[in-house]
C-alpha cells in the first residue's frame, strides 16, 4: 500500500502537508499547483484516503457547508453582461459543486433579502460593494459571512479582493515610464452612503492620488459614470465618456478604463473619431476578460482572477465552520498583461 511518506518525497513536501491536502483541510494555506500536484500524485500512485475509504464503505464525511447564500450587487442583467463577476460566480459555484453543497442566489434590488433566508444557510458570500447600512445588516442575520471582491475595512469580517488601488498605480507608473504624459481616466463615481462620494471607487481614487502626487492632476482629463445604483460598466458607457475626452481640445495620448466592457466602447468612439491605437490614443484596461485579447489591437489589461477570487471566498466560509474565530482579510494578487493597445515601459 502506498504511504503518505512516499507521496510527499515524490512532490517535496512535508507529510504533514499531503495528510491535510488529501483530507481536505480548509485551514491549510498551499499554492493551487502544490495542492493539484499532491492530489495527481496520490492518485496516479492509487492512494485511498481515508475519505474514500468511508465513500467505499457508504459512509461520505458530510460537508460543513450544507446551504450558500449569494447576495450580488449587481442585477441578473449585468452580472451576465459582465465575464469578470461571471467569473467570481462560477468560482463559487464550482467549488460548492465538489462540496455538493445548495446554493441560493440572491441579486441586487430595492429591497434587503428576506432575514430568514440568510438565517437558515450555514453561510453567506456577498458579492461587491455594499453600503454601510447592508454591510451592518447582512452582518446581522448570517451565520458566517465573508466578502468577494470588496474589502468593508472590518478586521473581523472575512473578506477575499485584489487590490484595485495598487493596480492602478503600478498601471499609471508604467505608464509613465513609457513616455505617456496625458493620462485620461474613465470609470464611476459611487453614492453608497447617502450621499454622492466622486473620488471613492477604489481605481478612479488611485488615479487622482496619483496625479495629484506627480502634480499633473487635470479634472478634465476624468470622465465618470454613475454606477452605484447596481449596475455594471457596460460598453455604451465607455462609448459615451470616451467620447467626452475626445472633445476636449488637448486630447489625452492614453486612456486608463476601469473594465474591459468599457475598454471595449472606448474603441468603438476612437475608430469613429479617426484615431488609430495606440498610434494616436493608447488604451489600457483591468479584467483581461477572454475577448480582450480579440481586439483589434489585441488589448493590454490587468488579469483579475476572479474564479479565485469565489473559490478563495468558499474556502474562508470553510474554515470558519471548522472553528477559526478570527478574521482574515485575503488578497488575490492581479497581473498586468501587455498586449499592442498600449506601450510597454522599456525593461529595467
Given amino acids: ?70 447576495v450580488h450587487f449587481l442585477e441578473p442583467s449585468d452580472e451576465i453582461a459582465d465575464p469578470y463577476y461571471v467569473g467570481v460566480r462560477l468560482g463559487i459555484e464550482n467549488r460548492c459543486r465538489d462540496l455538493k453543497t445548495e446554493i441560493v442566489k440572491v441579486f441586487h434590488s430595492d429591497a434587503l433579502p428576506e432575514a430568514a433566508l440568510l438565517e437558515s444557510a450555514s453561510g453567506v458570500i456577498v458579492i461587491g460593494k455594499h453600503s454601510d447600512n447592508e454591510i451592518a445588516w447582512v452582518e446581522e442575520h448570517s451565520r458566517h459571512l465573508v466578502f468577494a471582491d470588496f474589502d468593508p475595512k472590518s478586521d473581523h469580517i472575512d473578506s477575499v479582493f485584489s487590490d484595485m488601488g495598487l493596480a492602478t498605480r503600478k498601471i499609471l507608473d508604467c505608464l509613465k515610464a513609457s513616455g505617456y504624459s496625458r493620462i485620461g481616466f474613465i470609470g464611476s463615481h459611487e453614492s453608497l452612503n447617502g450621499g454622492v462620494q466622486h473620488f471613492a471607487e477604489r481605481r478612479c481614487a488611485a488615479y487622482i ?61 476612437l475608430q469613429e473619431a479617426g484615431l488609430a491605437i495606440p498610434r494616436d490614443i493608447a488604451v489600457i484596461s483591468f479584467n483581461d476578460i477572454p475577448v480582450a485579447q480579440f481586439l483589434t489591437p489585441p488589448l493590454t489589461t490587468v488579469r483579475i482572477h476572479g474564479e479565485h477570487i469565489g473559490e478563495t471566498a468558499v474556502d474562508l466560509l470553510l474554515e470558519r465552520l471548522s472553528g477559526r474565530s478570527y478574521g482574515k482579510q485575503v488578497r488575490i494578487a492581479t497581473e498586468l498583461v501587455w498586449r499592442e493597445s498600449c506601450r510597454k515601459p522599456p525593461e529595467s
Fill in 1 to 70: 500500500m502506498v504511504t503518505i511518506k512516499e507521496i510527499a518525497k515524490a512532490v517535496g513536501v512535508s507529510s504533514a502537508t499531503v495528510s491535510r491536502v488529501l483530507n481536505y483541510d480548509p485551514a491549510l494555506s498551499i499554492s493551487p499547483a502544490k495542492r493539484q500536484a499532491i492530489i495527481e500524485t496520490a492518485e496516479a500512485l492509487n492512494y485511498e484516503t481515508p475519505r474514500n475509504r468511508n465513500k467505499a464503505n457508504g459512509h461520505a464525511a458530510p460537508s460543513l457547508l450544507t446551504r450558500l447564500v449569494i
Fill in 209 to 269: 492620488e496619483w496625479q495629484k502626487k506627480n502634480g499633473t492632476f487635470d479634472p478634465d482629463l476624468l470622465a465618470l459614470a454613475d454606477c452605484s445604483g447596481g449596475q455594471s460598466l457596460r460598453l455604451d458607457t465607455g462609448y459615451r465618456l470616451a467620447r467626452d475626452l475626445l472633445a476636449l481640445t488637448d486630447r489625452p495620448d492614453v486612456i486608463v478604463t476601469s473594465n474591459d466592457n468599457m475598454a471595449i466602447g472606448t474603441y468603438r468612439a
